[in-house]
């Protein structure tokens, strides 16, 4: 038997009917042949029990006959049989791994998103004014070139002021309003950016009101005498420079 | 009737089997009994092991199939020699003169067997 035939593959066609079809006939074959012969054996006068003895015993194991007639018929479908299993089996495998694989991956993304999204929302509290991150394009139109900026830089840009970070001057100054205020402000200098107190003036009354109260009332002439208790601003000051009446 | 009853040697069957349906077609029961006959009794089968032999034969396509019946009236399944299977006859045939001459000749070397 060569190896093919091991496999189950013959040179002629399987058989194509039902595989129940195919079985019953092997059966039948063998049973007609134990049938036969002991008939035969009971036409010598044997009784019928002992006569069908001995045609089994003649014929040899019927199961084991049967089962290898069957593998010759049914071999094709036995060994695609096997391969369909061996195949549904990789199948299943492969399967099982790619779900795995796409739920780390998704797992990853997901971390990596979280731990962006938090970078983002810590690099947002530190900066102001900065223009959303979008991508920028760029280059000619043959090549044209996407720049999207980094978050990484987002921490080397510079810091400005937060918009609520202002002094307001207030009463008899050149040009009332409000001045960027930085931490090193002082009354003096807010005055100095609103062009300097105006004629009427009254420069030994200037109030400092903070958090809806005066806190001060300064002196500014006399600062400006002596050179000494400028007076650091703090966010959100309001400073007034009331009018002279003399 | 003979004294002893031989086993077959491997491959045998074969040629046996196509030797006998080349007479015509027979099913497998008839096919064991013209085998016994013929070998005047000579030749031990176990009568099932011919069944798988007739169908990887047919498999092979030397032989083809249809269901008849018997003489006894028993619906039972026909074997005929196909063309292929009668050249296989043929050339198993002279496979088989070629071995026996060989051995033949070996033993009727001219000298004598000492009896063990």
């Known amino acids: ?246 | 009737m003979a004294e002893r009853r031989d086993e077959l040697l491997p491959g045998t069957l074969d040629v046996m089997v196509l030797k006998v349906l080349s007479s015509g077609s027979l099913h497998g029961y008839a096919v064991a009994n013209r085998i016994q006959v013929l070998s005047e009794d000579v030749l031990r089968v176990e009568e099932g092991s011919l069944y798988p032999a007739l169908h990887r034969m047919e498999r092979r396509g030397w032989i083809s199939s249809s269901w008849g019946r018997s003489e006894s009236n028993r619906r039972a399944k026909f074997y005929r020699l196909t063309r292929t299977g009668r050249r296989r006859l043929g050339e198993q045939v002279a496979a088989w003169e070629r071995l026996a001459t060989g051995v033949g000749r070996v033993l009727a070397a001219p000298f004598r067997v000492r009896p063990a």
């Open chain 1, 1 to 246: 038997m060569s190896i093919l035939e091991r496999l189950g593959l013959y040179a002629t066609r399987p058989d194509g009917r039902a595989r129940a079809e195919i079985e019953t006939d092997i059966r039948d074959e063998l049973e007609m042949h134990v049938a036969e012969r002991a008939a035969a054996i009971a036409a010598t006068g044997v009784t019928e029990e002992d006569a069908r003895h001995q045609a089994e015993a003649l014929f040899g194991s019927v199961d084991t006959v049967y089962a290898r007639c069957r593998a010759t018929q049914l071999g094709e479908r036995i060994m695609l049989q096997r391969i369909n299993f061996a195949i549904l089996l990789l199948a299943l495998v492969a399967l099982a791994g790619v779900v795995w694989r796409a739920e780390q991956v998704t797992t990853d993304r997901d971390a990596a998103f979280a731990d962006l999204q938090e970078r983002i929302a810590s690099l947002q509290d530190d900066v102001r004014d900065v223009p959303p991150l979008q991508p920028v394009l760029a280059g000619t139109a043959s090549g044209q070139l996407v720049r999207v900026p980094m978050v990484g830089q987002l921490g080397s840009l510079p810091r400005r002021a937060s918009p609520s970070a202002k002094v307001y001057v207030l009463g008899k100054v050149d040009r009332p309003g409000s001045v960027e205020w930085h931490n090193r402000l002082t009354l003096l200098m807010a005055l100095a950016e609103c062009g300097g107190a105006s004629e009427f003036a009254s420069l030994s009354k200037v109030r400092i009101i903070r958090n809806k109260r005066v806190v001060r009332e300064v002196n500014v002439t006399e600062i400006m005498r002596t050179g000494k208790g400028d007076i650091e601003l703090e966010k959100g000051d309001r400073v007034h420079v009331p009018e002279s009446f003399f």
